[in-house]
């Protein structure tokens, strides 16, 4: 296969309809799937506000707006996914979730497709193992926010083949991602260098070091960051960033990657940043 003509997304929150968004805004068929009709319903909508958004600012011409919308189908059976050339699994950041939607598509898409994931740290190799084709399973990790951020890290499996990287990169490409290539280790390169950095911010405001808005000033100004490690904590998802640290604190065994005790009970107690409202700060 040299070229994708039509994806499916599983999985239809944050970062599943933005990658949705990006392949019908340039011109692929999408099949977004989602366990429930209000999951992806709500996908949808994102999608909408966040094309309307581009629109206003004259990023993109208004008629585009109607006619990405229309190149999306939402849908909640798995089976509609079935005839894609890739399939970009998108769902929460737990291996026995990633690992159940791998089994499924599977047994579910020819053979000839592509399965990609986009985990933030989770093994490639491992969820490989679970289908009938390792050669042809990829991840594709893109950033969040997935319209605006331009790198997608592509992560060669034990097993992957070239054949296989090689369409993935040039898929990235078509969206006008730069995508880099990294091996499969804990984290890839992304989050192995990001996810401490925002556990050491965590301890530092625990350990009363500074506030949480001296610490993210710190980093922004002294290191010219966009934004600081807090901030960007809350836009990740609280509960994302402690499953990344648990996955390195695990598979590498080093106690440098120990979660904060505080990032844990904030997750505990549902302050996820801003999907549910408040974080380390508060938002409408």
């Known amino acids: ?20 968004q990006v392949f019908a805004a340039n011109g692929i068929p999408v099949m977004m799937v989602d366990v429930q009709q209000d999951y992806v319903e709500r996908g949808m909508a994102a ?7 581009m629109a206003a600012k004259g990023a993109i011409p208004a008629d585009e707006v109607a006619a990405t919308l229309h190149r999306i189908r939402p849908t909640t059976r798995m089976v509609d996914a079935a005839d894609a050339d890739l399939v970009v699994e998108a769902v929460p ?38 289908t009938d084709r390792p050669d042809r399973v990829v991840g ?6 997935v319209p ?3 790198l997608v890290e592509v992560i ?9 990287l090689a369409v993935v990169v040039d898929s990235a ?22 996810m401490p950095m925002i556990n050491e911010a965590v301890f530092c405001l625990m350990e009363g070091v500074a506030t949480k808005e001296a610490i993210d000033e710190v980093m922004k100004l002294g290191m010219a960051h966009p934004m600081g490690p807090l901030t960007l904590a809350d836009l990740i998802g609280l ?4 499953s990344i640290m648990e996955v390195l604190h695990k598979d590498l065994g080093d106690g440098k990657y120990r979660p904060c005790p505080l990032l844990r009970r904030m997750v505990d107690a549902r302050l996820l940043g801003r999907k549910s409202g408040e974080g380390f700060y508060k938002y409408a």
């Open 1 to 20: 296969m040299s070229e994708i003509r039509k994806v499916s997304v599983i999985g239809s929150g944050t970062m599943g309809n933005g990658i949705a």
């Open 47 to 53: 999608i909408k506000k966040s094309l309307e958004k």
């Open 93 to 130: 950041e737990d291996f026995r979730v990633k690992a159940e939607v791998f089994k499924t598509l599977s047994e579910n898409t020819e053979t000839r497709t592509i399965l990609a994931s986009n985990t933030s740290s989770i093994s490639i190799t491992r969820l490989a193992a679970l």
């Open 140 to 145: 594709m990790h893109f950033m969040n926010p």
């Open 148 to 150: 605006v951020m331009k």
């Open 156 to 164: 060669r499996g034990q097993r992957t083949s070239d054949a296989t």
């Open 173 to 194: 490409k078509r969206l006008g991602k730069t995508p880099v290539e990294v091996n499969d280790f804990p984290g890839f390169v992304s989050n192995r260098v990001l």
């Open 239 to 242: 509960d994302t960033c402690l």
